[in-house]
């Protein structure tokens, strides 16, 4: 943005504003003869560049009157925001977000950001509206630990360089295996979900097993109680036996 400006003139005058002779706006001068006018830089190349500003009388005898100064366009500072999760996986996807502004905060123009994974270059990812996004896969044999994502933006013509990084902590995929499937170096072997499902199957046939047992043995009571009550009915019927008395002489 380039404040263009006059303190004392002809008021009402018209200004025409200008940069490298193309014209950008017209003015008007106040009560004193003076403007002031903010003139948004356009997407110019880098380096010295002409801002004019001309009034053209629309009346003689005033004849027309120019000025224009010179200014040096720079390359725009940029920015990279990125987002990403604190914990990946082997062998699984890491998604990472992020946006390319300038310091000024405005949008980048179409461009392409680098991707780097620790120090290999693994992709990029293409800058729309100021935003990018990025899917990489960890591969299997990448060792655990801490490691770094860059993105990096190399420049254009336009707007200077800038990168940015994200810690990201790989760990080894958790493995499910299902019941009796070989691990590699241990044979076969029932891990993790297999264990669980096999402790499962257990537990439901100890429990209708124990029940089936339970059920027996109660039902075994329950005879044993009814046999000996039968037992008490019939003894409880059985008269005693008559006792046959006997006479012994004295001699």
């Known amino acids: 943005m380039l404040d263009v400006k006059n303190t004392t003139g002809i008021a009402g005058a018209g200004i025409s504003i200008s940069m490298d002779n193309n014209p950008h706006a017209n003015v008007t001068t106040g009560e004193n003869g003076s403007y002031d006018y903010d003139l948004f830089i356009p997407v110019i190349d880098e380096g010295d560049h002409t801002v004019g500003?001309?009034?053209?009388?629309?009346?003689?005898?005033?004849?027309?009157?120019?000025?224009?100064?010179?200014?040096?366009?720079?390359?725009?500072?940029?920015?990279i925001s990125i987002e990403g999760p604190d914990v990946a996986y082997q062998d699984d996807f890491l998604n990472i977000s992020g946006k390319l502004r300038t310091l000024k905060n405005r949008n980048v123009p179409a461009s392409d950001i680098a991707v780097i994974f620790d120090t290999d270059l693994i992709g990029t990812a293409p800058v729309q509206n100021g935003n990018f996004s990025f899917s990489i896969r960890i591969a299997k044999n990448t060792s655990p630990g801490n490691h770094t994502v860059v993105t990096r933006f190399n420049g254009e013509s336009l707007f200077l360089p800038s990168e940015n990084s994200v810690p990201v902590d790989i760990r080894n995929k958790p493995v499910f295996y299902a019941l009796g499937q070989k691990v590699a170096g241990s044979g076969y072997g029932v891990p993790l979900l297999g264990?669980?499902?096999?402790?499962?199957?257990?537990?439901?046939?100890?429990?209708?097993?124990?029940?089936?047992?339970?059920?027996?043995?109660?039902?075994?009571?329950?005879?044993?109680?009814?046999?000996?009550?039968?037992?008490?009915?019939?003894v409880a019927q059985i008269p005693p036996e008559p006792v046959e008395e006997i006479e012994i002489e004295t001699i």
Do not use: C, H
């Open 53 to 79: 500003a001309a009034f053209i009388p629309e009346e003689q005898p005033l004849s027309q009157a120019a000025s224009k100064t010179t200014m040096k366009v720079l390359r725009a500072n940029t920015t």
């Open 195 to 234: 264990l669980g499902v096999a402790a499962v199957i257990l537990i439901i046939f100890y429990l209708r097993k124990e029940r089936a047992f339970l059920s027996w043995i109660d039902a075994l009571a329950m005879a044993i109680k009814t046999r000996i009550s039968k037992d008490k009915k019939t």
